[in-house]
């Protein structure tokens, strides 16, 4: 996407896919001549749990506390948002 206030800004999409074919997406890419600006794995949950308030605040503090810890690089949840 371009961003029509930043002159540096580039062009470009992102594109999700399963694990699986990370690989294969990759290489097609490639093939069609597109460079790859970056590339990661992120865990999206196909389903969500619904928890209660008092849930909820006992999952927030044990992810507060994992995000101090500087061995711990990515946290992921399957908890329902909030509305």
Same mark, same amino acid.
Request: aromatic share 8%.
């Given at each position: 996407?371009?961003?029509?206030?930043?002159?540096?800004?580039?062009?470009?999409?992102? /594109?999700?896919?399963?694990?699986?074919?990370?690989? =294969?997406? @990759?290489?097609?890419?490639? !093939?069609?001549?597109? *460079?790859? +600006?970056?590339?990661?794995?992120?865990? /999206?949950?196909?389903?969500?749990?619904?928890?209660? =308030?008092? @849930?909820?605040?006992?999952? !927030?503090?044990?992810? *507060?506390? +994992?995000?101090?810890?500087?061995?711990?690089?990515?946290?992921?949840?399957?908890?329902?948002?909030?509305?």
């Amino acid at each position: 996407e371009k961003d029509e206030e930043d002159d540096n800004s580039v062009d470009g999409i992102m /594109i999700y896919a399963e694990f699986q074919n990370y690989g =294969a997406l @990759q290489k097609g890419i490639e !093939e069609l001549g597109h *460079e790859i +600006l970056s590339s990661g794995f992120e865990y /999206i949950p196909t389903m969500q749990k619904e928890v209660t =308030a008092e @849930q909820r605040e006992d999952v !927030e503090k044990l992810l *507060e506390k +994992l995000d101090e810890d500087d061995d711990v690089n990515n946290v992921y949840t399957t908890m329902q948002d909030e509305e």
